[in-house]
């Protein structure tokens, strides 16, 4: 066990709807960051967050936006959703040093996103 | 720019046969981490090892090992006297903030092992 929570763990919905996935981060974590893994793309990152602020953003798509909250939980908000975006949606938690990653990330199970 | 790749995209062992996952990275960072992550069929990630780029020890723990080449940047991990319970897809991972990564982790396309009874 990771002490990185996700939910749902399993979403199943149709095209042009949206879904919200929620992470709830390792106690004493600031630094959230959030990963879609699919079979063409592989482990994408998404965006980051620290301290309920924004820090580093991938290849996150338009439609796709995440906050981080005050009691440091975070969540990704999919909209529009195309058969495309059917994924893995991993949550991780992460110590920072100086603001720099200096450990291991600690994923969540995955919230498993199918777009019919 | 930095990579991570992993050659092997599947590979099939009988339990008890020693396999080797390879890794190749690239980064023009002196400074850097290399992980290891295992993904079991259930689907969580989970986490093996990190190792910086000033440490170029092997790391043995248990029956893996890893073996870290600075020289063909590699990153290597064996699994020696394969279980079933080793199949899963292994993911290296690279952390470096060179070029515009903001130090997140980027990921090879991971390798499926099948250990075979």
């Known amino acids: 066990d990771s002490g990185v929570t996700q939910t749902p763990k399993h979403l199943i919905t149709a095209t042009g709807q949206r879904v919200t996935l929620r992470c709830s981060p390792r106690s004493g974590d600031l630094s959230v960051y959030w990963y879609q893994q699919s079979l063409d793309q592989g482990l994408q990152f998404l965006i980051q967050?620290?301290?309920?602020?924004?820090?580093a953003k991938g290849n996150i798509l338009e439609r796709f936006s995440a906050q981080q909250f005050p009691d440091l939980h975070s969540e990704l908000n999919l909209s529009s959703l195309e058969l495309g975006d059917s994924a893995l949606y991993f949550c991780a938690s992460s110590v920072l040093a100086g603001g720099q990653l200096v450990g291991e990330l600690f994923f969540g199970e995955g919230s498993r996103l199918t777009v019919l | 720019a930095q990579k991570v790749t992993q050659a092997q995209t599947e590979i099939s062992v009988v339990e008890k046969e020693d396999v080797t996952l390879d890794c190749v990275y690239e980064t023009r960072d002196t400074t850097y981490y290399l992980f290891w992550y295992k993904q079991p069929p259930s689907g969580e990630l989970v986490f093996l090892i990190r190792r910086n780029s000033f440490d170029e020890q092997n790391e043995i723990s248990g029956r893996y090992s890893w073996n870290f080449q600075k020289s063909t940047s590699s990153f290597n991990f064996t699994i020696t006297a394969s279980q079933v319970v080793d199949s899963a897809v292994y993911f290296c991972a690279l952390k470096s903030d060179y070029g515009g990564s903001q130090g997140n982790l980027i990921f090879g396309k991971g390798t499926k092992l099948s250990v075979k009874p």
């Open positions: 967050y620290y301290n309920g602020e924004e820090r």
